[in-house]
């Protein structure tokens, strides 16, 4: 399935002049909105290869049909998110669901849509078949030492995956606690994990990073041995300067302040990646900004103002990706909105008066401070959004080309209603 660039022209002509009408007005609204523009058009957001399926629960999951079946045609349903919105070119893998058997074909096939190969995810917390020792019990934290370097050999073979693929980075989260008092010794666990991601650093290409993912609980529910970013930040620190704490938004306890653990650690150079999800209550795992769109925008506002303060790139500076998969949407709409959410927050984040706020808290003056964040936040700057894809080749309304193009359909039809990703 492929969408003609014809296409995406012939819908845009169609939504321009209402486009036009609503870009007019925003511009002459916003001071500095040329190079709004140019930041979202530059700014990439990875996909992950496990968010194209539907995402189950523990009670069950309801495939909607078409779901790519091999790495080749996730890279492809990446490609049509990328073709629509010029905002989706890089993809995240996990092995092993994603092992590349030729891996100059697809780093080919992936040059040819534009998509490049972003944070590499190992996978200790399941047993595949034809591995010899269990994770049911931890893996880096294991007390036996035979599943401890099991779990850092995977991760060094990840490492080398992604070497083959050009990626850059190792994604490292694992699923490692306990569910009981008493099942663990807390110190051991720690020393453990520490001299694993020891190993599995000292296997990192020199221009290689690697990101420390922490989770609040779940699949264990008394203690997790990465369990916030404070236990994340003292292994990246003690690992050295090429690790990082990665944020994923569903990983924290319910109103956690995010926005300010971004800042401390953006503060402490050791902000690495973000995955982008939204919640109601843990990991859920839900379109970003469907439910806390004002906690995104202040995030947004923390990365903007932190990343400017250390000279840092917005686009390159860290590792930007979706982690969200779910039941009952179509999950390349799902990843359309998500991505247009992420645009909206931080195009919003950029046209905050950073001087009116300064002077605000300098003053004490706390109405002052809200009303400059509301100022930007209730900005409606979907116009911005559309154009800055408009102008990099994409479609004015992705979802809407989406749907009239009936992608899913062509989907179903080349690949079968009964197709599983793989994944979780
Ligand atoms: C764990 O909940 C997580 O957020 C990690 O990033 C995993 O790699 C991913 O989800 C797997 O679905
Ligand atoms: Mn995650
Ligand atoms: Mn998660």
């Known amino acids: 399935m492929e969408i003609e660039k014809y296409k995406i022209e ?93 891996a100059s074909h697809i780093k080919a096939l992936a ?39 099991q779990a850092i050999d995977h991760n060094i073979e990840v490492i080398n995956y992604g070497r083959e693929l050009g990626s850059d ?104 990646g973000f995955h982008f999800n939204d919640s109601k209550y843990g990991d859920d795992d839900l379109t970003v900004g469907a439910i806390k769109p004002y906690q995104l925008f202040l995030i947004f506002n923390e990365l903007v103002e932190g990343m400017d303060a250390r000279g840092m790139d917005h686009a390159t500076g860290l590792g930007w990706m979706i982690d969200a998969s779910h039941n009952v949407k179509d999950p390349l709409e799902d990843l359309l909105q998500s991505v247009e959410a992420i645009m909206i927050s931080y195009a919003q984040a950029l046209m905050v008066d950073r001087k009116k706020l300064q002077e605000a808290q300098e003053s004490n003056d706390v109405a002052a401070a809200q009303e400059v964040l509301q100022q930007a936040f209730r900005t409606d700057v979907r116009a911005l959004v559309a154009e800055a894809r408009l102008r990099a080749g994409g479609a004015l309304n992705p979802l809407g080309v989406y749907r009239a193009e009936k992608v899913r359909e062509h989907l179903i039809k080349e690949r079968g209603l009964k197709t599983v990703a793989t994944g979780l």
């Open 169 to 272: 980075s190792l994604t490292v989260w694992l699923s490692d606690g306990s569910c009981f008092p008493g099942q663990l010794n807390f110190r051991q666990a720690f020393q453990h994990t520490l001299s694993g991601l020891q190993e599995i650093y000292a296997a990192l290409p020199s221009d290689w990073k690697m990101f420390v993912e922490y989770k609040a609980f779940e699949p264990n529910f008394y203690s997790t041995t990465v369990g916030d970013w404070g236990q994340s930040l003292l292994y990246a620190s003690k690992l050295g300067p090429k690790a990082y704490t990665l944020v994923d938004l569903g990983h924290h306890h319910p109103n956690v302040n995010i926005e300010q653990i971004v800042s401390l650690l953006l503060m402490e150079g050791k902000l690495g």
């Open 111 to 149: 040059a040819q849509h534009g998509i490049r190969f972003d944070a590499m995810n190992s996978n200790t917390f399941q047993d595949q078949p034809d591995q010899q020792h269990s994770y049911k019990f931890g893996s880096l934290q294991h007390v036996k030492k035979e599943v401890r370097q």
């Open 10 to 102: 012939e819908h845009n002509q169609a939504a321009s002049a209402a486009h036009k009408r609503a870009f007019d007005y925003i511009s002459g609204e916003v001071k500095n909105a040329q190079a709004i523009i140019d930041k979202l058009a530059a700014f990439q957001v990875a996909i992950p290869s496990w968010a194209l399926g539907t995402g189950g629960t523990r009670f069950g999951r309801f495939p909607g049909g078409g779901e790519p079946r091999s790495l080749e045609e996730k890279i492809e349903d990446i490609g049509l998110l990328h073709k629509l919105n010029q905002s989706s070119g890089a993809i995240s893998l996990h092995i092993p669901w994603d092992i590349p058997k030729n």
